[in-house]
């Protein structure tokens, strides 16, 4: 086995440790911080017994120190990469600041002083003392992070010339446990400041692998930015372009800098922040909620489909998931098992012999994808997103990614049992190069509009309007 079989072979850094992302653990400090400002809050009002504090002027006070809370904790990411600082001082003039909102949203409800005083002493001592040992633990943990390279961001460089020296230059001046250059990629003649790595489909490869973290593209030649931009398309890191090749930005990208280099940023990922992990939140509790609750339905099923013909309840068939890995998607048998296509080498057309007596009622209802929510726990699914295709789709003999340029960019969030494409109607197989892209200008809308609300959005509009494809949204 050759060198690069065996990188591909070996378990890619992020199956080791879960990689961490700096931003998204002081979100994370800020979310536990709100958290120990309203938990001292309610713990210094339970203190003073019944009554003696107004119950709405109490949570009316607990919304306002939330909110204040909000906007001190952001201002105050000054350390390093946007840590915030676990100093004493720094401490101390947030609980204040969060004392005197809430103290004043009491005031407005008639308070009395003495009262009011007493849960202020509380308030400001114990939120005082737990934001303080909060922090100190962050920043314990931080250190330790920081020292076992969880925290760095692996860039990949492509390009040759001086846009591409420059570039690695100035990246390698950073603190090296917050960025690491992870090699230079090229095509073609090396003529570069560093050792090549591989070309763009070896950087494709290691982008899939979740090797790469960002890739900053300084390629000087415009048809080859192009190329790899496409060969790209379908990755989840974010893109950025080397600020001396300004001419290939185009009108959506914007100014950007990974630590000491000045880039500009082509593309990031969809999903980040909040955003992110609301949906995961969502989509991991409703989808045991609903396993759970539609236990009954799911043993009916598999008695009538044990019943009706022999072989597995289940079937499994390879699809293409999120940054284009693959994947077997759970479904209910709904054809024969000897006729079973786990690859999915022919779609299903109307009045399809392979299809079983139950397995066309269980199509009708669109209850086959049920077990598909196993797919949601495993992390495979989301429950909203773009439905996922075969390896190989092809629409009229051709392969739909050549025939649509975008086509890949549908892999940049997991794909979903329902999505945006399915509650506007655009369901079943596809047959024509039109189908196919009205479903992608469905899909590639979703990833640009994507968020908490629109996928609660979706998924009301799938329960009362998918099984009669209604227009959706």
Not at 160 to 175: E, F, H, P, V, Y
Not at 186 to 198: E, Q, T
Not at 248 to 255: C, I, K, L, N, V
Not at 332 to 337: L, P, V
Request: proline residues 5%.
């Amino acid at each position: 086995m050759d060198e690069r079989a065996a990188q591909l072979a070996a378990p890619p850094p992020f199956r080791r440790f879960r990689r961490r992302n700096l931003a998204e653990l002081c979100l994370w400090l800020r979310g536990a911080e709100i958290g120990v400002f309203l938990a001292c809050g309610l713990a210094a009002s339970a203190a003073l017994g019944s009554g003696e504090l107004p119950t709405e002027g109490a949570i009316v006070a607990a919304a306002v120190a939330t909110l204040v809370a909000l906007e001190v904790l952001r201002l105050s990411a000054v350390q390093g990469q946007g840590a915030p600082s676990h100093r004493p001082s720094i401490a101390l003039c947030e609980v204040g600041v969060v004392t005197a909102a809430a103290t004043v949203s009491l005031a407005l409800h008639h308070a009395p002083m003495g009262a009011l005083l007493r849960w202020d002493a509380s308030f400001a001592i114990s939120s005082y003392l737990a934001l303080t040992l909060l922090r100190t633990g962050f920043a314990e943990r931080l250190r330790r992070m920081l020292g076992g390279g969880r925290l760095a961001v692996n860039v990949a460089v492509f390009g040759n010339g001086a846009a591409a020296a420059k570039t690695i230059a100035r990246l390698q001046t950073s603190d090296p446990r917050l960025i690491a250059v992870v090699g230079r990629y090229a095509n073609g003649s090396d003529s570069g400041p560093a050792p090549v790595r591989g070309g763009s489909r070896t950087l494709l490869s290691d982008c899939r692998l979740r090797i790469v973290d960002a890739v900053v593209l300084a390629m000087e030649e415009e048809g080859e930015f192009r190329r790899v931009r496409q060969i790209l398309r379908g990755c989840v890191q974010d893109i950025y372009l080397a600020a001396e090749l300004v001419e290939f930005a185009g009108p959506g990208a914007r100014a950007a800098a990974l630590g000491p280099a000045p880039l500009f940023l082509l593309s990031e990922r969809p999903l980040k922040g909040w955003t992110k992990y609301t949906k995961v939140a969502l989509d991991q509790a409703a989808a045991l909620l609903l396993l759970i609750l539609l236990a009954p339905l799911i043993a009916i099923i598999a008695a009538a489909i044990k019943l009706d013909s022999p072989g597995p309840v289940l079937f499994r068939q390879l699809r293409v998931g999120y940054n284009g890995q693959l994947f077997w998607i759970l479904k209910f048998r709904s054809m024969y098992h000897h006729e079973a296509d786990r690859l999915a080498k022919q779609q299903t057309v109307f009045a399809d012999p392979r299809v079983t007596r139950v397995g066309r009622l269980i199509r009708r209802l669109s209850i086959d994808e049920l077990p598909q929510l196993i797919n949601v726990l495993r992390g495979d699914m989301s429950l909203v997103g773009p439905r996922p295709h075969a390896p190989g789709t092809s629409v009229g003999g051709q392969r739909v990614h050549q025939l649509l340029d975008d086509y890949d960019c549908r892999h940049r969030v997991r794909p979903g049992i329902t999505g945006l494409a399915q509650v506007r109607g655009y369901r079943g197989g596809l047959h024509t190069v039109l189908q196919a892209s009205d479903r992608l200008e469905s899909d590639l809308e979703y990833i640009r509009r994507a968020s908490f609300w629109l996928d609660l959005n979706i998924l009301f509009l799938t329960f009362f309007r998918e099984i009669r494809s209604g227009r959706g949204l």
